[in-house]
């Protein structure tokens, strides 16, 4: 089936680690982009990617990084320098990252880091 | 900047009920409109997306418009039914900026039984 795999699906944090929160896409897709919500709110861009080996700041990307070396692939890792990282983050993916002609966006299931 | 906000926050209907959740944006320079749906701990599922040209997209028992001009989208949910909890969201994609769609905090809906 064509669609978007993240995992882990719970992933726990010790104070001072990194983790990598995994995302691959089968859709073909060029662009991706990774989302945090915390509960009760919105959706907020830590980054996102035109296009293979290009990536770019969202609003929240202090203590992430991410790197994007294959088209299906788009990693995200949760540094010991974001303070607060326990959310739920999504991923997605769409056709292309500008286009004006109906271009739907497509979700992972999430994952949820908790630290500890 | 663009902002999104639902209201309400939170919804509770009986079972058969027609329904409507309402979504506004503070700038009117959009591509389009797109409203999802989110079930307890998923990812979103896109229900219908309204292109900036358009008024109005409909799926079987949703129909959402687009009021572009006001800045004021509605989801209208027909019959409504306990399948049909989850929390809705509507986002944006803005003309300019790197954000490429604006969300916002999602409306929780419950359908009694």
């Known amino acids: 089936d064509g669609g978007i795999t993240q995992s882990p699906k719970y992933l726990f944090r010790k104070e001072g680690q990194n983790v990598t929160l995994s995302c691959e896409q089968n859709?073909?897709?060029?662009?991706m982009y990774w989302y945090r919500q915390d509960p009760g709110q919105g959706l907020r861009l830590i980054y996102y990617s035109q296009i293979v080996n290009d990536f770019q700041k969202g609003d929240i990307a202090e203590g992430y990084s991410v790197s994007r070396e294959k088209k299906e692939s788009f990693p995200l890792t949760v540094t010991s320098a974001q303070k607060n990282p326990t959310a739920f983050y999504l991923c997605?993916?769409?056709?292309?990252?500008?286009?004006?002609?109906?271009?739907?966006?497509?979700f992972g299931e999430g994952s949820w880091l908790t630290v500890v | 900047k663009q902002e999104v906000t639902q209201i309400p926050a939170a919804l509770s209907v009986p079972e058969g009920e027609n329904l409507v959740l309402n979504c506004s944006f503070t700038?009117?320079?959009?591509?389009?409109l797109q409203w999802f749906r989110q079930d307890p701990g998923k990812g979103l599922t896109s229900l219908l997306l309204i292109q900036s040209s358009q008024r109005e997209q409909t799926s079987g028992r949703l129909n959402a418009s687009l009021d572009k001009s006001s800045g004021r989208s509605t989801l209208y949910i027909a019959a409504s039914q306990p399948g049909d909890s989850a929390t809705y969201l509507c986002a944006v994609r803005p003309w300019s900026g790197n954000t490429p769609l604006v969300f916002g905090k999602g409306t929780r809906l419950s359908v009694i039984a």
């Open positions: 700038d009117s320079a959009i591509y389009n």
């Open positions: 859709l073909n897709h060029d662009a």
């Open positions: 997605a993916s769409s056709l292309f990252f500008w286009e004006d002609s109906g271009n739907t966006i497509y």
